[in-house]
T-cell receptor, first 118, second 114 residues
């Protein structure tokens, strides 16, 4: 079946511009995660959605970063007034949440969006 | 707080040789453990996972890993590597309740020589 998809695959922007990154999770996966991968910081958690709610936003590095999820499906990560240190690969993952156990299963990752801020 | 250590930044092995990638974790209880592989320009692909039960888990592409509670380790092994195994390997841990986020190690880059 279809996996997690992300768009765009590459984004080059100028410092100070806003960018939006999109994630389409696997159908039926209620849990959705954003991570960032950069040379200096490795793989970092940004935010976790369960349905349309975000119970854990602890990884968002500043108030320039925000994310939303609508209809329990597509999610958008928005970075306002981009800075050069925002350059990284932004990875989205989704997983199935079991109502019976209250626990999510394995996270499946998309190919990522490579963001370059000039 | 949970953490993961992958002590080897870069490993080089000959094709056909055996492989072991090390992973140590820090967590207060029994965690969920994962190994992911990332090829250049690609996303993360799950190799295998440990949630509970048998401490030796089998994964895709001929990989296996063993959970050792006493050593807080979850090392990845393969008896005979192929050139296509060249990639970056990440060990990750998450809680088995509550906080769902994955905490990753810094990764081990595997190079295969003919």
């Amino acid at each position: 079946g279809a996996g997690v998809s992300q768009s765009p695959s590459n984004k080059v922007t100028e410092k100070g511009k806003d960018v939006e990154l999109r994630c389409d999770p696997i159908s039926g996966h209620t849990a959705l995660y954003w991570y960032r991968q950069s040379l200096g910081q490795g793989l970092e958690f940004l935010i976790y959605f369960q349905g349309n709610s975000a119970p854990d936003k602890s990884g968002l590095p500043s108030d320039r970063f925000s994310a939303e999820r609508t209809g329990g499906s597509v999610s958008t990560l928005t970075i306002q007034r981009t800075q050069q240190e925002d350059s990284a690969v932004y990875l989205c993952a989704s997983s199935f949440w079991s109502p019976a156990s209250g626990v999510t299963d394995t996270q499946y990752f998309g190919p990522g969006t490579r963001l370059t801020v000039l | 707080a949970q953490s993961v250590t992958q002590p080897d930044i870069h490993i080089t092995v000959s094709e056909g040789a055996s492989l072991e990638l090390r992973c140590n974790y820090s967590y207060g209880a029994t965690p969920y453990l994962f190994w992911y592989v990332q090829s250049p320009g690609q996303g993360l692909q799950l190799l295998l996972k440990y949630f509970s039960g048998d401490t030796l888990v089998q994964g895709i592409k001929g990989f296996e890993a063993e959970f050792k509670r006493s050593q807080s380790s979850f090392n990845l092994r393969k008896p005979s590597v192929h050139w296509s195994d060249a990639a970056e390997y990440f060990c990750a841990v998450r809680s088995n309740f509550g906080n769902e986020k994955l905490t990753f190690g810094t990764g081990t880059r595997l190079t295969i020589i003919p």
